[in-house]
């Protein structure tokens, strides 16, 4: 089949029209129809998706129950190219984004995974909640390595299964990585989308993902935190039976997956890589040199651990933490209020300190913020910090590098 160099890879269910939009698209990328393949999962559609997919797709693969996005696992397992770039349904790159896909992983031999910057239909972009950590939507992957750590794992279904492939791959000694020059559009079309049962996976995954690869303090922590935030979020969205749901059977679940932890918790260096721990205290240590003790925290993001602990480390107050999507009814975190960005400029901070770990959450919440006080809003993660680093250089940490026993222990390296 010519020069094969990219397998792509869709996943579908009862999205005819959705999924042959999609096919359309892909006719348009800059690479020869040579040098690329199409394999379509069908879901065990009943809408004709099969028989409309055959004149797009070199492979359909059809399936007589529902995998949801995990479904892709099984175009892994066909694709015959060097590279596999999975999509979703009513995602396609932007031009010239595969040819740079292409180019990234010539140049770097340990690259596995180059995730797309994800553009929405309203102008704004989504991403994973933690740094390097792809979207399945719009990411290449070089075969070898996703074969090499036993592709995705079908039970997730949907939802943190990306998580799970950038952990197995980092600790792996592979590198997960996010470009802001690769770019997929993504339609997020809601037919057949049940969020309901969004928030039933988001608790179950994300409580499997903290029994599999997470151990002592950071076990603990997480799994306290991913909690509260999947409950507030089933509140606000009226979802406590779906929420009840999967914390009941992620718990369950958790005490299968503990079973395999010696061989399969993040590392040390991959733990930093996702969660920042180490990065975090050192800005923190720099806020005490400069004599500013009073922060504001903005954002409730999902890694707001990593703030929390290097804070209270170094005797820093998190008088608040600012985020109108969780405030109200008189929400706390680890005794902080959690609150409105308006009611939170009257807690008089020092410093606003964007507590996203996320590049493109960082740079959303560090643009709510401008204009909006006087003092340094401080965006570590998103490239615009407003900084307080010593000129020429990073900060240079006064607290000591996670290298003890105990350090070792706390975030199961």
């Not at 065990?44 to 059809?62: I, L, M």
């Not at 918790?265 to 240590?285: C, D, G, K, N």
């Not at 964007?354 to 204009?371: E, M, N, S």
Request: proline share 4%; glycine share 8%.
């Amino acid at each position: 089949m010519g020069n094969l160099l990219v397998s792509f890879v869709i996943a579908t269910h009862n999205r005819r029209e959705i999924l042959v939009r999609t096919l359309n698209r892909l006719q348009e990328i800059e690479c020869p129809r040579t040098n690329y393949e199409i394999i379509v999962v069908d879901n065990d559609s009943r809408d004709g998706t099969v028989e409309a997919a055959k004149p797009f797709a070199n492979v359909v693969v059809p399936l007589d129950q529902n995998l949801g996005s995990c479904a892709k696992a099984l175009g892994v397992d066909r694709a015959a190219a060097p590279f596999i770039v999975f999509l979703d349904d009513d995602s396609y790159p932007q031009l010239g984004s595969v040819a740079r896909m292409l180019d990234y992983f010539e140049k770097d031999a340990g690259l596995a995974a180059a995730g797309f910057t994800v553009h929405l239909p309203c102008g704004e972009m989504e991403s994973s909640a933690l740094p390097h950590v792809f979207h399945g939507c719009g990411v290449g992957l070089r075969s070898a390595a996703i074969r090499e750590v036993g592709n995705l794992d079908r039970s997730f279904f949907m939802q943190a299964e990306e998580y799970d492939v950038c952990f197995r791959l980092a600790n792996a000694e592979w590198t997960p990585r996010v470009f802001d020059d690769l770019h997929v559009d993504h339609l997020k079309t809601a037919q057949t989308r049940r969020p309901e049962r969004t928030t039933y996976l988001d608790t179950r995954n994300n409580l499997r993902l903290v029994a599999r690869y997470l151990f002592g303090e950071a076990a603990q922590a997480y799994r306290r935190d991913w909690l509260q935030r999947y409950r507030w979020i089933a509140e606000r969205e009226c979802h406590l039976e779906a929420f009840a749901r999967g914390r009941a059977e992620g718990l369950k679940d958790a005490r299968r997956e503990r079973s395999g932890i010696e061989r399969r918790r993040l590392r040390l260096q991959p733990f930093e890589t996702f969660f920042s721990w180490q990065v975090v205290a050192e800005h923190m240590a720099e806020l005490g040199r400069r004599g500013i003790r009073r922060i504001v925290l903005a954002g409730f993001g999902k890694n707001v651990y990593a703030f929390y602990r290097a804070a209270k480390r170094l005797d820093l107050q998190i008088i608040a933490i600012a985020d109108d999507g969780f405030a109200g009814g008189n929400r706390v975190y680890r005794n902080i209020p959690v609150v409105g960005m308006d009611e939170t400029l009257s807690f008089s901070p020092e410093a606003v300190v964007i507590g996203q770990t996320a590049p493109v959450f960082a740079r959303k919440t560090a643009d709510l913020w401008k204009g909006k006080t006087e003092v340094p809003v401080l965006d570590w993660f998103g490239g615009r910090a407003t900084s307080l680093l010593r000129p020429g250089g990073a900060a240079v940490s006064e607290t000591r590098r996670l290298s003890t026993k105990a350090d070792l222990a706390s975030v199961g390296a």
